[in-house]
Nanobody
Framework: QVQLVESGGGLVQPGGSLRLSCAASGITFSIFRMGWYRQAPGKERELVATITSGFSINYADSVRGRFTISRENDKNAVYLQVNSLKPDDTAVYYC?????????WGQGTQVTVSS
């Protein structure tokens, strides 16, 4: 059974930081492209960042320079360091695991940026 479990969300003031974690099980983690997506109230889910099995990285323009994605294959984990947070970053952040014919999602972790 595939499980992706996110953690690390919370309430933070503008300009603050968080480190989101996603622990994966039930997959051969190292061969999957891992990603973080987010969904704000009333909006569609959007890409935040992805990291391939070869460690190639892609960021959404809105987070480039503020967010950093990384992975540790020996721990079956992917991380998202989020810095310089803005109120517009408020959303549920989801972890995903993708390869051809298989996409898995976690349940999400809430990030709220507010003073």
């Amino acid at each position: 059974q595939v499980q992706l479990v996110e953690s690390g969300g919370g309430l933070v003031q503008p300009g603050g930081s968080l480190r989101l974690s996603c622990a994966a099980s039930g997959i051969t983690f190292s061969i999957f492209r891992m990603g973080w997506y987010r969904q704000a109230p009333g909006k569609e889910r959007e890409l935040v960042a992805t990291i391939t099995s070869g460690f190639s990285i892609n960021y959404a323009d809105s987070v480039r320079g503020r967010f950093t994605i990384s992975r540790e294959n020996d721990k079956n984990a992917v991380y998202l360091q989020v810095n310089s947070l803005k109120p517009d970053d408020t959303a549920v952040y989801y972890c995903s695991a993708y390869r051809i014919l298989a996409t898995y999602w976690g349940q999400g972790t809430q990030v709220t940026v507010s003073s």
